[in-house]
């Protein structure tokens, strides 16, 4: 009873400091903004949920500080976001830290636990989670990055899930996505259905399913190098595969490991075993194979 009394008059008084930063800011707030944003509340255990005391109103903006215990939602935040719980905006320029945080459109720095951003300019570092619909800059994760389309680099400790990606994508076991151009890093499995530039795995990488990996999806491709211990392109490849076991559909360029496979090939194959399917007569060559 005694610690209830407590919190709540924590409560109580936070919810003084922010009715009387009302009064004091209260002559920007005629134009829809405040220099100072402030929430606290308390957990409602009857109706689950929390009671909120904030200034400004979620419909107002904030430039200059905002400082939310646990929760803050308004429409612009300019400057810095801090928010023990959840930070939420629809558009925030500058840096946030939250535990989770939401934004609309962000232009800064966000970091935390764990968010999502809709459209993305700049850097964003979560321990768990990120995510962003469109983005361009640095992403950083502990667990999982989760994109549509990205333009930068990502780094994460876990697991990259992409739509569309340009530029570095480091997945410290997998990268999973639809498309890559860039470079592609992953201490087990890249896995796309099309891409272009450099793919280098421990496991595998593969590019539109097919051989091992089962059924192949159409209009898979893939422009450039892959290295790994197997390396699948179910559709067009043109480049340099390098691995224990190769796979292409239609290649065009090399092929250097223990076992080769070209369904059509024009180029080289290097290898124990080579296999060009489409060949009339070297079939099943070893050492060396040639397609024209």
């Known amino acids: 009873m005694y610690s209830a009394n407590i919190y709540f008059n924590r409560f109580f008084i936070s919810a003084v400091v922010i009715i009387t930063a009302g009064f004091l800011f209260s002559p920007s707030l005629s134009y829809g903004w405040s220099p100072l944003g402030l929430s606290t509340g308390k957990w409602n255990s009857e109706e689950r949920k929390w009671d909120i005391a904030q200034f400004p109103a979620e419909d107002s903006s904030v430039y200059g500080l905002r400082l939310s215990l646990p929760y803050a939602k308004n429409k612009k935040v300019y400057g810095f976001d801090i928010a023990i719980g959840a930070g939420l905006a629809k558009k925030v320029r500058g840096f946030q830290f939250g535990l989770a945080t939401y934004v609309d459109d962000m232009y800064g720095i966000q970091t935390g636990f764990g968010g999502r951003v809709n459209k993305l300019k700049g850097i964003q570092i979560k321990g768990f989670y990120a995510g962003t619909d469109d983005g361009d800059g640095l992403q950083l994760a502990g667990i999982v990055n989760n994109t549509g389309v990205f333009t930068g680099i990502q780094f994460t400790g876990i697991v990259n899930f ?17 498309e890559v151009k860039g470079i592609q890093v992953a201490g087990l499995v890249n896995h796309v259905r099309k891409g272009s530039g450099l793919q280098l795995s421990v496991l595998a990488n593969n590019v539109g399913g097919g051989g091992l990996y089962g059924g192949e999806v159409e209009d898979s491709y893939f422009k450039g190098i892959q290295v790994s211990y197997y390396n699948n392109v179910g559709g067009d490849f043109s480049g340099l595969q390098v691995g224990l076991y190769n796979r292409a559909k239609n290649a065009k360029g090399i092929q250097i490991g223990v076992v080769n496979v070209a369904e059509s090939m024009k180029g080289v194959q290097i290898g124990l075993l080579n296999v060009i399917k489409s060949n009339t007569t070297m079939k099943y060559m070893p050492v060396i194979n040639i397609g024209f």
């Open 162 to 178: 992409s739509g569309s990606v340009s530029g570095l994508q480091v997945g410290g076991l997998f990268n999973l996505g639809d």
